[in-house]
């Protein structure tokens, strides 16, 4: 019986910072509403000449992935692309990432889930590999979400920032016993009935990029539930209570949904690894993210008990116990 775990993780940011002062600058905000509401000190964008795109932010980051779970690029057997913001409606951000890294021929494919395309880019990597698509996945989520923010849009634009985070899974065998480690439980949801309140107004029907758009209020409401509802979901199917959990590793959307989802699910806030202060909202991007600064703090360490949630457009949502 095989099972994953994650060996090696990996980030990246544009050096280009972005304060609320800054913005404040530009658009009818301040520093204080933005804190006050959101928990966003600053965030990172791509600037103009800097190189950056989402396939070269995941680039950035899978390379010390890779490099972090000591295994050559050679050896990888596929590779998923999580990200709403790709640079081309194809090819793939995934066969990008393979040309750019020279990853011999494996699968590659790109996940199109927004804010939860991570978690299900990681459910759908433990499932080929339990199928027998090879031993070694390269999961990288990455946004650009700062090319599709309308800066005439106060609501939206102060939310969200630019980044990579990237994992290596493996395949190991193992026992299917509770001490088991690894990925032990995912839940994934998806309801399109939420379609209108969390979306891009572009694409190909309208031949145009298109902005974010958002009824935040509506959003808010929608994700300190259904964040709650699927962690509780995922730790039920890994058989782990909240006492048991070390760390919850949430979405970075907004502190007071990360804290409002925490105090639901009965965890003390000093387990919820946040970084929404530094990075703003960063999509797919955001758990790997948060999983990288964690552990490179050294705040995760081996064998923690993990639960990391996210909810995005769709709407979709979902949990892993891991
Ligand atoms: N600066 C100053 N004032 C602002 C700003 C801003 N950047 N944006 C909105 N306002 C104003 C509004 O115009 C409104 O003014 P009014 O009362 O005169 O009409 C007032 O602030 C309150 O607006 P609300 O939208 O009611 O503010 P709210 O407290 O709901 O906060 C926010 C807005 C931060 C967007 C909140 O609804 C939220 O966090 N929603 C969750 C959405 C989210 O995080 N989405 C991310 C993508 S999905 C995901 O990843 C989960």
Redesign the pocket.
């Known amino acids: 019986m095989y099972n994953s775990r994650i060996s090696g993780l990996g980030m990246y940011v544009p050096e280009n910072i972005v304060t609320n002062d800054d913005l404040s600058k530009i658009m009818?905000?301040?520093n204080e509403?933005?804190i006050e509401?959101?928990g966003i000190k600053e965030r990172r964008h791509i600037k103009k000449g800097d190189g950056n795109s989402t396939v070269v932010m995941g680039v950035k980051a899978a390379k010390i992935a890779i490099e972090r779970a000591s295994i050559d690029k050679d050896d990888i057997d596929l590779i998923l692309f999580a990200t709403l913001s790709p640079d081309y409606y194809f090819p793939g951000s995934g066969v990008l990432v393979q040309e750019l890294l020279e990853i011999p021929t494996c699968p590659a494919m790109d996940i199109r889930n927004q804010?939860s395309g991570f978690i299900y880019a990681i459910s759908v990597g433990v499932a080929m590999l339990r199928d027998g698509y090879g031993k070694k996945c390269l999961v990288i989520g990455a946004d650009s979400m700062s090319k599709l923010l309308d800066w005439e849009d106060?609501?939206t634009a102060?939310?969200f920032g630019d980044g990579a985070g990237a994992v290596v899974l493996e395949a190991y065998s193992c026992s299917g016993e509770k001490e088991d480690r690894g990925i032990l439980s995912v839940d994934l949801n998806s309801d399109g009935n939420y379609k209108d309140i969390?979306h891009v107004d572009g694409g190909v029907a309208s031949k145009t990029t298109g902005y974010l758009r958002?009824e935040?209020?509506e959003?808010?409401k929608h994700?300190v539930e259904k964040l709650a509802r699927t962690s509780e979901k995922a730790m039920a199917k890994a058989g782990v209570k909240s006492d048991d959990v070390d760390w919850v590793v949430p979405?970075q959307?907004?502190i007071?949904?990360i804290q409002g989802t925490a105090r639901k699910m009965g965890i003390p806030d000093e387990k919820v690894i946040k970084t929404v202060q530094d990075h703003g909202?960063t999509s797919a991007a955001s758990i790997p993210l948060a999983l990288s600064v964690a552990s490179e703090a050294g705040q995760i360490v081996k064998n923690d008990l993990i639960v990391t949630e996210a909810?995005?457009g769709g709407l979709a949502w979902g949990a892993i116990v891991l």
Do not use: E, Y
């Open positions: 009818d905000t301040s509403w933005i509401r959101t804010c106060r609501s102060v939310l969390l958002m935040g209020r959003v808010f994700a979405h959307a907004n007071r949904i909202n909810i995005g």
